[in-house]
């Protein structure tokens, strides 16, 4: 699924639409990769972790 398909699928189980989920997706990503970029990670239990990982350059 891509973004546009999730923002579909949000709106429709939610009382908000497609526009503000978009805007919702659109700020919760930007501060999902800030803090990322500072070296935290981010548990959302019953959801999933994000945490970075460095990867070495490919041969």
């Known amino acids: 699924m891509n973004k546009q ?5 949000v709106a429709e189980k939610t009382e908000f639409s497609q526009g503000n989920v978009e805007k919702f997706l659109d700020g919760f990503m930007k ?12 548990s959302l239990v019953g959801f999933g972790s994000f945490s970075r ?4 350059a490919r041969e």
């Open 53 to 56: 990982v460095e990867l070495s």
């Open 31 to 42: 501060v999902v990769s800030e803090i990322l970029a500072n070296g935290q990670e981010i």
């Open 5 to 9: 398909g999730l923002v579909k699928a």
